[in-house]
């Protein structure tokens, strides 16, 4: 652990002596010679509870959070740990980065010009100062980790032949339904009249009339106008009670009607594939990519542990939420 510096030292009494006072400022944190202070915390907390509120909800939601609240404050202390070793990697400059990044962004979505950019940025609520200020600390965070931890892995072809073959399992697709469908509502008249639709669109298919024709003709939903075509479907992307209903059929045979809610399902089967092992060359590529995730978290893992023995740090407040 390094000492304190006498800045920091400094930075301490001038936070103790506050909280005879009013509080201005509280540092949560002390990283060598940066300090992470109660603020930052907390608009930290607040962009991470924001962008899991926009991507999850329910159970989910709240195991993320959770996990997210746990993590936080030593997150941002890696964060700090990697910033200051960008700042000494002598002749390191993102900033040619910087500029493809937000060319990159600006051609995908259209944007024609740089005040453009700056103005959409300002509708989304992001000055853009301090949009690029972040992104420039995290590209050099990143080139530390590239330099540090990717630039040491090395992959053995025998590694990924073997893995290849000890996880089959994760090189499986699973079987695939091409289906057409063909959805009456139960809104869509009385009881009796529904069924009696139901009992004609069987008679129908049973005498050999196109199932698409009829889709078109008698469904109640936009597959109408699509001849029935519902699209293409991994096993596991369908409603149990269709998958259920689907996975035994043969190519060409139709199912039972089924009802869910409000809506009575005939599907069928126009094409079925079946579960397939990748081959090797098929599967290389992502075997790689797994292999240099594992040994890169691996190595991150022990790069930081090595960073933290030898920097100073003092968490001055490990519960930043509780006020």
Known sequence: MRPMSFLLALLLLFSAALHSQDVIEEIVVIVNDDIITLSEYRAEYQANLQSLRAQLQG??????????????????????????????????????????YIDNLKKENNIESDEEFIRILRQQGSDYDEWRAVLKKNMLKEAVVVTNVHQSIVIDEAEVVSYHKLHPEEFTEPPEYTLKCIIISSSSGSDEGVEAKKREISGKIAAGEDFGALASEYSDGPEKETNGDLGIFKKGELAKDLEGA??????????????????????????????????????????????????????????????????????????????
């Open 59 to 100: 159970e989910e939601f709240n195991r993320q959070l959770e996990q997210m609240r746990k993590g936080l404050l030593n997150q941002m202390i890696t964060d700090v740990l990697l910033f200051q070793e960008a700042s000494k990697m002598e002749g390191l400059n993102v900033d040619e980065q910087i500029k493809l």
């Open 246 to 323: 689907v996975e035994n059929l043969k190519e060409g045979e139709v199912t039972p009607w089924i009802q869910m809610r409000n809506v009575w399902y005939l599907l069928k089967l126009e094409e079925k594939k079946e579960a397939r092992l990748k081959a090797f060359e098929e599967a290389r590529k992502d075997i790689e990519q797994r292999i240099f995730a594992e040994k890169a978290q691996e190595k991150f893992e022990e790069f930081m542990k090595e960073l933290r023995e030898k920097s100073y740090i003092k968490i001055l407040n490990p519960n930043p939420l509780d006020f």
